[in-house]
């Protein structure tokens, strides 16, 4: 863990973050590039080091910035990336364009056209009409592309309804049916304009059980199977997608190897059986790379106490930087950072300053006395946070510090209010 309490203080990754909230202002997100570093680790010596051909793609929606993908790209991992701007943010990084995978079930033109290009490494397809799309961009371009199919194994996964993606009903890849998948399979290995891989999936997101990701991959080798039977054609890459769980509050994260191995094991046995050399395996963790390593800071403001009700405790941000409690009740938990071994028995709401009574970050959380001026600190908000932030209200969004041995870095500015009417605009009709 990077959080310690000394002194009364919550320290993280060794700073002190009651100087780093009076130092870089508040609302703050400040991430651990030692955490980060450490889940990369941890997956290399489970999925990477038995598996040279094995690679990790980070799922830059979970947050995606140039200092974020540099130090993916450090780390010697490759990048997931699911709109133009992350491709853009990706290579701007300097990261190697073969070491890009686009996925997303609706691109546009201009981000095929962008992705070839750059010769990316991989498109993922995700729909039927995507692939004619990528033909034609490659034969105007006169390149060729390699390209993966998203499918959607069917499974259910214990997860909050939005984030569940692998159920048959869902916008998101290419249906199972042998009648869908197997003439569209036949026609990418037939194309001389796309390089026909293999498949993916994506089971769903905060999972704690490895059940899905194992029942998807089943679902897989029946295909993988039924491709070699059908067209003598030998898949040479499969993508396991992410969704690994983390802890937000009490959750009890399960190690990668809980996941991986077991994953491993059942492909590697599987493609011996079917006489197929092991294809190269591909992951894209988000969540269970950043989450934990980011923590929010505000400063406390106004408190209202609602006797017999309850007692608001706002803070300087809100929804606008951490929309998840309100976008499907996601549960955080937090502390008064300067107060930090001083007993919580007050209970609390947490909320932010936007005009939403469901702008609320933490709900009935026990916490020591508030007042005004401390600062709170909201734990495992590294992902899915800044990614989502909006400026509702013309809230500006807060800047990130990255920390690394002690020291702390901005690695993205906070937004000021000129930046709120960059692209305002008065239409001539009314000057
Ligand atoms: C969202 C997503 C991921 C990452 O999911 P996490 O739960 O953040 O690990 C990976 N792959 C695809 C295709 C996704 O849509």
Excluded at 404 to 409: N, Q, S, V
Aim: glycine content about 8%.
């Amino acid at each position: 863990m990077v959080e310690k309490i000394r002194n009364n203080t919550l320290y993280f990754d060794g700073c002190n973050t009651v100087e780093l909230a009076e130092r870089f202002g508040t609302p703050l997100f400040v991430y651990s590039q030692t955490d980060i570093s450490k889940r990369f680790s941890e997956i290399r010596k489970c999925f990477i080091e038995g598996y040279p051909k094995n690679r990790v793609a980070y799922a830059a929606k979970a947050f995606c910035s140039l200092a974020m993908l540099k130090l993916v790209e450090k780390e010697g991992m490759c990048v997931d990336v699911v709109s133009g701007g992350e491709l853009y943010t990706a290579i701007k990084a300097g990261f190697p364009a073969e070491r890009i995978e686009f996925n997303g079930n609706n691109k546009s033109v201009e981000e095929i056209e962008m992705a070839v290009d750059y010769e990316i490494g991989r498109i993922i397809i995700d729909s039927l009409q995507e692939l004619d799309l990528i033909e034609k961009v490659c034969i105007e371009k006169g390149k060729k592309m390699d390209v993966l199919f998203r499918i959607t194994p069917g499974v259910k996964s214990d997860s909050h309804d939005y984030i569940v993606t692998g159920k048959k009903d869902s916008k998101f890849g290419v249906p199972l049916d042998d009648e869908v998948v197997l003439p569209y399979t036949k026609a990418a290995i037939d194309s001389e304009f796309v390089n026909f891989l293999g498949y993916h999936f994506h089971v769903g997101s905060q999972l704690f059980d490895n059940g899905s990701h194992l029942q998807a991959i089943d679902v897989i080798l029946d295909l993988v199977r039924k491709v070699k039977d059908s067209f003598g054609y030998n898949i040479t890459e499969l993508n396991l997608g992410g969704g690994f769980g983390v802890r937000y509050r009490d959750e009890e994260r399960k190690s990668f190897s809980y996941f991986l191995e077991p994953m491993m094991e059942k492909v590697c046995n599987a493609f011996k059986e079917i006489g197929i050399e092991i294809p190269a395996m591909v992951i894209e963790p988000g969540r269970s790379i950043v989450a934990e390593a980011g923590l929010s800071l505000y400063t406390v403001g106004s408190i209202k106490d609602i006797k017999g009700l309850r007692k608001y405790v706002s803070v300087d941000g809100g929804m606008t930087d951490n929309i998840r409690p309100a976008l499907y009740g996601a549960s955080y938990t937090g502390i008064i950072a300067n107060k930090a071994e001083e007993p919580r028995n007050d209970t609390v709401t947490i909320c932010g300053k936007c005009c939403e009574s469901g702008d609320i970050l933490l709900k009935d959380e026990k916490i020591a006395n508030p007042e005004a001026g401390d600062i709170f600190a909201v734990f495992s908000t590294g992902a899915y946070g800044y990614s989502m932030s909006s400026n509702y209200n013309r809230n500006t969004i807060p800047g990130v510090v990255f920390l690394k041995d002690g020291e702390a870095e901005w690695a993205i500015k906070p937004q000021g209010f000129e930046d709120m009417i960059v692209n305002d605009m008065i239409p001539d009709s009314l000057k």
